[in-house]
């Protein structure tokens, strides 16, 4: 059966910087789980001649020219930043 | 020492100097104040679609030529996940299993015949932001804030990743000085070390000689210098085999080098280390070279640098040659020559005197040039220093710098290196008396009274003389 161990709901969490409390970890084992389950459905199916789509449209090569258009303003930049320092954004130490 | 093998593989970022970003249209360039080159895509704002930057692709397909690859019929761009101030979407647009550029080699000349490095993959991706670390008493480490400029923030990188087929660090700074002539030559970057529009990893890892095991590797990162980035990898070489010998075992980590320290300290591991959890990005779509472009650009890579080092090492001897070329000098030079000009002498004045002017080489006229160099030995040291400053001011002619000749004639010296003598009786004493090393101060004397046109080797051989009497 495919599932989702709690192990790598806890791994997954960390990589989005996700703190889960145990009943929300045993809770998204369950839904994560009960989704890989409806994907891996496709996996019945014989897809040996079917190229891995990673893309609804047909389509290759759509490209912009290397011309410049304008950047935005500084007060369109900031507008919705939550801290500013001169023209810099502001964020915890990283 | 001599029972070990080094094996040593890199991975060099270059920064194409296309006029905008890679997926938008933002001016990509040094020097705008900060945040000032930014837009809905490049600061990740939510709907905001990238659109591939068509040069870029071209770019990266040429120095993949240039490389020898195999050009992807279909590259495909990937996300690659992670969190950091300087990554606005918490992802970088990458490559992944399906780069425009693989299986590819550079050969580099040495004198002993070529070391040939496997290309592994050359592929797009966009630069991350620049932060900006704030202390309360400056901006340094401890940082209390990080301040952040998306300027950088999706300008186009190649990534080059090479196979481990280097084993000492000479030969891994030959190959990347190559490299880097190679990129400057093909106009794709300015590919300068110091202001890191080229970096580069080198991955570190030694075995008992004659075996082909790979054992665990450490990595040098955001190294700046070639000769710093060979330091290091010598240092760590010889870490790895004592830590060996003493019955030790090498862990996996990265190590910073930092110059200033002139040793490798380790930094922190990232934790969750490389699960980017890589996935095609939705967003953009293939990129399928077509043929006639991948001709086009084949057809406008020129003679490139390493088959020029092997061609003038037939002139001139090895080391000159590879000076020359690593230089980006030795067209010039070929000019110089072909105006005239002998094929050593020339060489010398340009690896060792023109270099160190800081003009460019195609600023300069090479017949007049050439005219400086064939005249050297007759004018004034002075005077062939201030003609070779001025080589790359337009209209420059040597004709002036010639006419001013050496002074070598001894019955015009010696009645000024006699006057000296007699000016400074203390110190032509104290040379008598075995201080040999007064006999630069009168020299310097005769230099200074004759405007710097004496021919010093007369002048030496004079003052002896008189000093001797």
């Given at each position: 059966m495919a599932g989702i161990s709690r192990d790598e709901v806890l791994h997954v969490a960390r990589l989005a910087r996700l703190e889960l409390t145990d009943e929300e970890v045993g809770r998204f084992q369950e839904q994560l789980s009960e989704i890989i389950e409806a994907i891996s459905k496709v996996s019945q199916l014989d897809l040996s001649d079917v190229p891995p789509t990673a893309h609804p449209l047909e389509i290759a090569n759509t490209w912009a020219e290397d011309e410049p258009r304008p950047s935005l303003t500084l007060d369109e930049v900031f507008a919705n930043a939550p801290d500013r320092d001169d023209g810099y954004f502001r964020v915890p130490p990283a | 020492m001599s029972n070990w093998e080094a094996v040593i593989g890199l991975e060099i970022h270059v920064q194409l100097k296309t006029r905008t970003k890679m997926f938008c249209r933002c001016p990509n360039g040094f020097g705008g104040e900060p945040n000032t080159q930014t837009c809905p895509v490049c600061l990740a704002f939510p709907g905001a679609l990238p659109v591939a930057n068509r040069r870029a692709v071209e770019e990266c397909i040429k120095l993949g030529l240039a490389l020898d690859c195999e050009i992807a019929e279909r590259a495909v761009f990937h996300r690659k996940n992670y969190f950091y101030p300087d990554l606005p979407k918490a992802y970088q647009i990458s490559q992944y299993d399906e780069p425009l550029c693989a299986r590819g080699k550079l050969a580099v000349p040495t004198e002993n015949g070529d070391i040939t490095v496997g290309i592994t993959r050359a592929h797009l991706e966009e630069d991350a932001a620049k932060n900006v670390h704030v202390a309360a008493s400056g901006?340094?480490?401890?940082?209390?804030?990080?301040?952040?400029?998306?300027?950088?923030?999706?300008?186009?990188?190649?990534?080059?990743?090479?196979?481990?087929?280097?084993?000492?660090?000479?030969?891994?700074?030959?190959?990347?000085?190559?490299?880097?002539?190679?990129?400057?030559?093909?106009?794709?970057?300015?590919?300068?070390?110091?202001?890191?529009?080229?970096?580069?990893?080198?991955?570190?890892?030694?075995?008992?000689?004659?075996?082909?095991?790979?054992?665990?590797?450490?990595?040098?990162?955001?190294?700046?210098?070639?000769?710093?980035?060979?330091?290091?990898?010598?240092?760590?070489?010889?870490?790895?085999?004592?830590?060996?010998?003493?019955?030790?075992?090498?862990?996996?980590?990265?190590?910073?080098?930092?110059?200033?320290?002139?040793?490798?300290?380790?930094?922190?591991?990232?934790?969750?280390?490389?699960?980017?959890?890589?996935?095609?990005?939705?967003?953009?779509?293939?990129?399928?070279?077509?043929?006639?472009?991948?001709?086009?650009?084949?057809?406008?890579?020129?003679?490139?640098?390493?088959?020029?080092?092997?061609?003038?090492?037939?002139?001139?001897?090895?080391?000159?040659?590879?000076?020359?070329?690593?230089?980006?000098?030795?067209?010039?030079?070929?000019?110089?020559?072909?105006?005239?000009?002998?094929?050593?002498?020339?060489?010398?004045?340009?690896?060792?005197?023109?270099?160190?002017?800081?003009?460019?080489?195609?600023?300069?006229?090479?017949?007049?040039?050439?005219?400086?160099?064939?005249?050297?030995?007759?004018?004034?040291?002075?005077?062939?220093?201030?003609?070779?400053?001025?080589?790359?001011?337009?209209?420059?002619?040597?004709?002036?710098?010639?006419?001013?000749?050496?002074?070598?004639?001894?019955?015009?010296?010696?009645?000024?290196?006699?006057?000296?003598?007699?000016?400074?009786?203390?110190?032509?004493?104290?040379?008598?008396?075995?201080?040999?090393?007064?006999?630069?101060?009168?020299?310097?004397?005769?230099?200074?009274?004759?405007?710097?046109?004496?021919?010093?080797?007369?002048?030496?051989?004079?003052?002896?003389?008189?000093?001797?009497?």
């Open positions: - | 901006r340094i480490h401890g940082a209390t804030a990080t301040l952040v400029d998306f300027n950088r923030g999706g300008t186009p990188l190649v990534e080059i990743v090479t196979e481990p087929d280097l084993h000492d660090a000479e030969s891994a700074k030959r190959f990347l000085q190559l490299l880097r002539q190679t990129v400057v030559e093909l106009d794709l970057s300015d590919a300068e070390l110091e202001k890191g529009s080229m970096r580069f990893d080198v991955n570190v890892s030694v075995r008992p000689a004659g075996s082909d095991e790979l054992r665990t590797r450490t990595e040098l990162k955001n190294m700046n210098s070639f000769n710093f980035a060979a330091k290091g990898i010598e240092r760590e070489i010889a870490r790895q085999i004592r830590v060996y010998e003493q019955g030790g075992i090498v862990e996996q980590e990265t190590l910073h080098f930092d110059p200033a320290h002139e040793e490798s300290p380790p930094m922190r591991s990232k934790e969750e280390a490389q699960d980017y959890r890589y996935f095609p990005d939705p967003d953009l779509v293939p990129v399928h070279p077509p043929v006639d472009v991948v001709e086009r650009l084949r057809g406008e890579i020129g003679e490139l640098p390493g088959a020029r080092i092997k061609r003038i090492a037939d002139t001139l001897s090895f080391y000159d040659a590879d000076v020359l070329v690593t230089g980006g000098l030795d067209r010039l030079w070929a000019d110089v020559v072909a105006a005239g000009a002998e094929p050593k002498e020339a060489a010398n004045v340009l690896a060792n005197q023109f270099v160190a002017t800081g003009i460019a080489p195609s600023a300069v006229n090479a017949a007049e040039l050439a005219k400086l160099v064939s005249a050297r030995a007759e004018i004034p040291r002075a005077a062939f220093d201030e003609a070779l400053a001025k080589t790359g001011d337009a209209g420059f002619t040597a004709a002036p710098y010639l006419e001013q000749k050496v002074v070598g004639d001894a019955a015009e010296l010696d009645p000024i290196i006699e006057r000296i003598i007699d000016a400074n009786p203390g110190q032509a004493e104290q040379f008598r008396g075995g201080k040999q090393g007064l006999l630069g101060f009168f020299v310097g004397q005769v230099m200074k009274e004759t405007g710097g046109k004496a021919d010093p080797r007369v002048v030496n051989e004079r003052v002896r003389e008189k000093l001797r009497a």
